[in-house]
């Protein structure tokens, strides 16, 4: 159980029209407030190819504003844009004549499809006119690839990024804009996320949730801008994947490999990666049910609930079979390997509790080694196999041990949640080794079912008034000025888990991330203090949604 868990013009690489077809809400006032691993998405169908655009460009929005003009806030959404030059004139809203300009065969079609589905609208191609929504991709765009500008002139809306992400941003703060004002103002809005992964951690493995539920929970991270679901699918409660090498371990209730792949298309169609986790040497439980001779056991004879043997290769073994099979339902750069709360090393004396994992130790790594160098070869040994097959590996910070003959494989990311576990070590010693860190800060982004524990529901109003990516343990950053910008501190994730299964239904789970889901995309995209009040901020949900 996870317990305490200028330029100059740029080329168009594409460009397409979207037609609107009906006619939505008036134009209200508006009003709003005030910088990653984005990553493209594959094509479900065909490859992705490059095109210059004939269509003409519009007249810049920032060009010399008519004497009349003056500025105007920028529409208010979740995340709240980061820039904007936005001022008085005719503005943008969606018109019976209005169209969302697209190459058909490029790689902006599929966010062009979306969008006009969302609005109701119809799609077509051709150069864009008054009215219209347009979609580029600009090779020459900075900010990254989640970076977007859109710009309203003469009664159209150009949206251009350096890859398709970003245009799928740009069209999430169209599409808000649209939900809570009717429409956009003159002007320019350029917008980019601060940290590139921002996303919800959900425990699919203690309790089953819907191919529904979870498509449901993509499309809503999808308009807040988030771009990571981890689906930690194994646990001592249960195993929630079909598996074709080892079907004995897979609970009665699960996702089947298709329903596995509609789910990684759809996040892949919303600029979404899903990140796999398959947690040992703890946390398996699942596996043990059916193969009790990987258990591991006292040096009284007693079984040690969830974590395996790992003197014993054939523990290892299962678990690599397992890896290996389900590499290609997760196209993504991550796997999560998990490594925490290995129970041998929360004894007080792990070589005197675990005499068998002492020598092993002793007889694989040298006289000096101790339990915990054996659990980091384990963790290493899980590493080489997936960087092997192409991933990235994470594990939770209560898997790395300070003082070992072993050192952790530095191509880890560190994904931090606790300083209560017996051993675990403060974040500035990470930062200050070098190490890349992910935040899920338990004080504030655990959403632990049944608060066993001592914990609490976490409360958006928190995370939106205290919370940031520098507060990766307690209440307060990091001290002593040690580096936690982005390139260090890559981001974070609200995480769900499921320890007291039945507490709550999938729909009050729903329900009850609303408001946290929001509050970490707004600290995500933009960590500085946010200009509306929280009131107003829920108030802003309720329009947007």
């Known amino acids: 159980m996870r317990v305490p868990r200028m330029s100059r013009p740029t080329p168009i690489r594409a460009a397409a029209v979207v037609t609107v077809a009906a006619i939505v809400a008036p134009l209200m006032t508006l009003a709003g407030c005030g910088d990653g691993d984005g990553r493209s998405k594959p094509s479900p169908s065909r490859p992705r190819t490059t095109a210059p655009s004939s269509a003409p460009r519009s007249p810049s929005p920032s060009a010399t504003p008519s004497p009349t003009s003056h500025p105007v806030p920028p529409p208010r959404t979740i995340p709240a844009v980061r820039t904007a030059d936005t001022r008085s004139g005719p503005g943008w809203r969606p018109g019976g004549g209005s169209r969302v300009v697209a190459d058909p065969e490029g790689p902006l079609a599929d966010e062009a499809r979306l969008l006009a589905g969302e609005l109701r609208l119809s799609t077509g191609d051709g150069p864009p006119r008054r009215g219209d929504v347009e979609l580029a991709v600009a090779s020459g765009h900075t900010g990254g690839p989640e970076a977007y500008t859109l710009a309203v002139h003469d009664g159209r809306v150009r949206i251009t990024g350096a890859a398709d992400a970003g245009v799928f941003y740009g069209t999430r703060t169209l599409l808000q804009a649209v939900r809570s004002t009717g429409g956009l103002p003159d002007g320019e809005i350029r917008d980019r996320p601060e940290r590139p992964q921002r996303g919800l951690h959900l425990d699919i493995a203690r309790k089953y949730f819907t191919p529904a539920w979870i498509e449901a929970r993509l499309r809503e991270m999808a308009d807040l801008k988030l771009n990571q679901l981890a689906l930690h699918f194994s646990d001592d409660q249960g195993f929630r994947i079909q598996s074709d090498t080892h079907p004995e371990i897979v609970s009665e209730r699960h996702l089947t490999k298709d329903q596995v792949r509609r789910i990684v298309r759809l996040a892949g169609a919303l600029h979404i990666t899903v990140i796999p986790e398959l947690d040992s040497p703890g946390h398996l439980g699942a596996v043990l049910r059916a193969h009790p001779d990987l258990q591991l056991r006292r040096a009284s004879g007693t079984p040690v609930t969830g974590s395996v043997d790992i003197a014993n290769p054939a523990a290892a073994r299962i678990v690599d079979d397992l890896l290996r099979e389900f590499t290609p339902l997760f196209p993504g750069p991550y796997w999560h390997l998990g490594g925490d709360e290995y129970l041998a090393l929360t004894a007080r004396d792990p070589e005197a509790s675990y005499p068998r994992l002492a020598a092993a130790a002793r007889r694989d790594l040298g006289g ?127 995480a769900v888990w499921c320890d007291r299964a039945n507490a709550q239904t999938q729909e009050q789970v729903a329900a009850g991330i609303r408001l946290p889901l929001r509050a970490v995309a707004q600290r995500l995209w933009d960590p500085r203090k946010p200009a509306l009040s929280w009131q107003d901020f829920t108030v802003l949900a309720g329009r947007v949604d």
């Open 368 to 494: 000096r080694a101790r339990v915990q160098d054996l659990a980091t070869d384990w963790l290493n040994d899980r590493a080489r196999l997936v960087r092997g097959l192409g991933k990235t590996p994470k594990a939770w910070n209560d898997g790395f041990f300070p003082g070992g003959v072993v050192a952790p494989d530095r191509a880890f990311q560190v994904e931090y949640w606790t300083g209560r576990e017996i051993g675990a070590r403060p974040p500035a010693q990470y930062l200050a080794e070098g190490w890349k860190m992910v935040n899920l800060n338990d004080e504030y982004l655990y959403y632990v079912l049944g608060e066993p524990n001592q914990f609490r529901y976490p409360t958006g109003e928190r995370i939106y008034e205290e919370w940031s990516p520098e507060v990766l343990r307690g209440t307060r950053p990091v001290p002593g000025g040690l580096p936690t910008g982005p390139d260090r501190v890559l981001g974070g994730r609200l």
